[in-house]
C-alpha cells in the first residue's frame, strides 16, 4: 500500500522559514505528482502547492507563490516544501498527497494521503 509521511513542522516566528518533507513509501515516487495542502480548524483544505511526476512542472496558490518552494528527490522518494517568510496566515496543519494523475493544486480527486504536520506561526 502506498503510504506517506510528512515531517518537519513546528513553532516559529513570522519570518522564519521551514522545509517540510514528504516521504513515500510502497510505490517509487517517480511514477506520482505530489501536492502539499493545508487545513485550519473550520475551514475547507486548500491547496498549496504541487509538482507533477514527469517533467517537474509546479504550479502554487496566490498566497504562497513566490514564498514557498516544491521540489522532488526521486532517488530519496521524498517530496519537499520549503517555506520563507512565514505568516501568521500560514499557521495550519499541512498534508502531501499523491496520485498519478496531476490534479493541481486543488485537494480534490487525490487518492493518498498523510497524516499531517503543523506548523504554528506565532507572533
Known amino acids: 500500500q502506498l503510504q506517506l509521511v510528512e515531517s518537519g513542522g513546528g513553532l516559529v516566528q513570522p519570518g522564519d522559514s521551514l522545509r517540510l518533507s514528504c516521504v513515500l513509501s510502497?510505490?517509487?515516487?517517480?511514477?506520482?505528482?505530489v501536492g502539499w495542502f493545508r487545513q485550519v480548524p473550520g475551514k475547507e483544505r486548500e491547496g498549496v502547492a504541487c509538482?507533477?511526476?514527469?517533467?517537474?512542472?509546479?504550479e502554487y496558490s496566490e498566497s504562497t507563490k513566490g514564498r514557498f518552494t516544491i521540489s522532488r528527490d526521486n532517488a530519496q522518494n521524498t517530496v519537499y516544501l520549503q517555506m520563507n517568510s512565514l505568516n501568521a496566515e500560514d499557521t495550519a496543519v499541512y498534508y502531501c498527497?499523491?496520485?498519478?494523475?496531476?490534479?493541481?493544486?486543488?485537494?480534490?480527486?487525490?487518492?493518498?494521503w498523510g497524516q499531517g504536520t503543523q506548523v504554528t506561526v506565532f507572533s
Open positions: 509538482i507533477s511526476s514527469t517533467d517537474g512542472r509546479t
Open positions: 498527497a499523491a496520485d498519478t494523475f496531476m490534479y493541481g493544486i486543488s485537494p480534490y480527486g487525490y487518492d493518498y
Open positions: 510502497g510505490a517509487a515516487l517517480e511514477f506520482y505528482a
